[in-house]
Nanobody, 121 residues
Framework: VQLQASGGGLVQAGDSLRLSCAASGGTFRSYVMGWFRQAPGKGRVFVAAISWSGANTYYATSVKGRFTISNDNAKNTVYLQMNSLKPEDTAVYYC???????????????WGLGTQVTVSS
């Protein structure tokens, strides 16, 4: 399984970005897809997750109401729409995949390389 994240960049506070994660090399019907982020000097933390069917979504408290996770099964792609960005959202964002139930723990089976998001004040 390979995961390719893209869509990061440098934006100002209040702006929006959409991250994409293209998955390949597997059958994903039983997978949960997640986004995590890691700020400089800090650990990797959960942002959002979605069941492959799209029926269930999960968010960290810090992003609820601002970020939306979605997927396009036909394209094997998961998106993270990030609105009202804040400087504290600055981090490297990683997409991840695991079989079974969603979890906020970074115990996912597969990880992409990450994409940098920088939000200036």
């Amino acid at each position: 399984v390979q995961l390719q994240a893209s869509g990061g960049g440098l934006v100002q506070a209040g702006d929006s970005l959409r991250l994409s994660c293209a998955a390949s090399g597997g059958t994903f019907r039983s997978y949960v897809m997640g986004w995590f982020r890691q700020a400089p000097g800090k650990g990797r933390v959960f942002v959002a997750a979605i069941s492959w069917s799209g029926a269930n979504t999960y968010y960290a408290t810090s992003v609820k109401g601002r970020f939306t996770i979605s997927n396009d099964n036909a394209k094997n792609t998961v998106y993270l729409q990030m609105n009202s960005l804040k400087p504290e959202d600055t981090a490297v964002y990683y997409c991840a995949a695991r079989q079974g139930a969603a979890t906020m723990d970074p115990t996912y089976d597969y990880w992409g390389l990450g994409t940098q998001v920088t939000v200036s004040s």
